[in-house]
């Protein structure tokens, strides 16, 4: 158990329809990642968040959006859900490094999405 | 941030010892190497981490060079739950740091 949680752990919904994925850091991080792994395929960084800002974005459609509130839980909005958004959705958090020694990230079991 | 190049697959068999190298030229000074696994529809899973010289902890060993441009995780005697994908990742994690998966090594441990 990676501590990070995530929910739903399934869901399916049709196409053009809107879902919120939530995530619940590991206590005392403070950083939340957002990764898509559509089937066979490797892990697509989405977005960051770092103590309730956005620090990072990666290839984010702007149908996704995502925020982290200031109990550090962050939720992920999917909305004009097409069916190729159907993958697994990773939560990922971490603790910030001094510089001085690395870090880990830690990962939740996923939320697996199916558009039908 | 560091590109990574892995082999996308490997095979092995029970017993043996396996290492996948990763290739990170352009590494920076501050970097670390972490080494992740991943079985189907899980999530990655932290396997050991470095910034030079040799790590090893009770699951893999790290080995890297002294100009860290690359790196070499070696698992001893494999066995077939060993099966799963293996990235590495290079980065330092402060507050605002992109933190991107390269593809992945598939390995395949066979009877």
């Known amino acids: 158990d990676s501590g990070v949680t995530q929910t739903p752990k399934h869901l399916i919904t049709a196409t053009g329809q809107r879902v919120t994925l939530r995530c619940s850091p590991r206590?005392?991080?403070?950083?939340v990642y957002w990764y898509q792994q559509s089937l066979d395929q490797g892990l697509q960084f989405l977005i960051q968040?770092?103590?309730?800002?956005?620090?990072a974005k990666g290839n984010i459609l702007e149908r996704f959006s995502a925020q982290q509130f200031p109990d550090l839980h962050s939720e992920l909005n999917l909305s004009s859900l097409e069916l190729g958004d159907s993958a697994l959705y990773f939560c990922?958090?971490?603790?910030?490094?001094?510089?001085?020694?690395?870090?880990?990230?830690?990962f939740g079991e996923g939320s697996w999405l199916t558009v039908v | 941030l560091a590109k990574t190049t892995q082999p996308i697959s490997m095979d092995s068999y029970e017993g043996q010892e396996v290492n996948i190298t990763c290739s990170h030229n352009?590494?920076?000074?501050?970097?670390?190497i972490t080494w992740y696994q991943q079985f189907p529809s899980q999530g990655p899973r932290f396997i050991i981490q470095?910034?030079?010289t040799k790590v090893t902890n009770e699951v893999a060993s790290l080995f890297i060079p002294a100009d860290r441009k690359s790196s070499t995780l070696s698992l001893p005697r494999v066995s077939l739950s060993d099966t799963a994908v293996y990235y590495c990742?290079?980065?330092?994690?402060?507050?605002?740091?992109?933190?991107?998966f390269g593809s992945g090594t598939r390995l395949l441990v066979r009877p």
């Open positions: 990922a958090s971490s603790f910030p490094t001094d510089g001085a020694s690395g870090n880990t990230i830690y």
């Open positions: 206590s005392g991080d403070l950083s």
């Open positions: 968040y770092y103590n309730g800002e956005e620090r």
């Open positions: 352009n590494i920076a000074t501050n970097d670390y």
């Open positions: 470095g910034y030079k």
């Open positions: 990742l290079v980065a330092i994690l402060d507050s605002s740091y992109k933190l991107i």
